[in-house]
């Protein structure tokens, strides 16, 4: 009779141990799941990140190539409908910029004491 209650207690001893297992890897798993979760979900964000990023860099190239191939049929234009070619070097003249209009300037002082002044 001891040996059945022996036994039936290291039974009942064995059940809540693996009963206390079963929970722990149970929530162990669970905790593991949601943070597997949050970090597939971060990852999705920075892809959605980066793709608008590429995005909006397509766009400004897609401009850029649109602007330069117009510029580059006005030049084609120019060459053959108009004659144009680039300058040559005779042609080309460096003009002083000037400073634009200012208030006149009256003094009392005649024109050879502001001569000397200066």
Same mark, same amino acid.
């Given at each position: ?10 039974? $009942?001893?064995? $059940? /809540? ?9 149970? $929530?162990f ?17 920075q892809?959605q990140? *980066?793709?608008d ?9 897609s401009?850029?190539?649109?602007s ?5 049929r006005?030049?084609e234009?120019?060459?053959? *409908?108009?004659?144009?070619?680039p ?9 002083? /910029? $000037?400073q634009?209009?200012?208030?006149y ?7 050879s004491?502001?001569?000397?002044s200066?």
């Amino acid at each position: 009779m001891i040996t059945r209650r022996l036994k039936k207690n290291k039974r $009942i001893g064995f $059940i /809540k141990v693996g009963w206390l297992l079963y929970m722990f890897a149970s $929530i162990f798993t669970i905790i593991w799941l949601r943070t597997a979760v949050f970090n597939l979900e971060y990852k999705v964000w920075q892809l959605q990140k *980066d793709k608008d990023t590429v995005m909006r860099e397509r766009k400004l190239t897609s401009a850029e190539r649109v602007s330069l191939s117009a510029m580059k049929r006005m030049e084609e234009v120019a060459i053959k *409908d108009f004659g144009m070619g680039p300058p040559k070097r005779e042609n080309v003249f460096f003009v002083k /910029k $000037i400073q634009g209009p200012r208030p006149y300037e009256a003094s009392t002082k005649s024109a050879s004491e502001l001569a000397s002044s200066q």
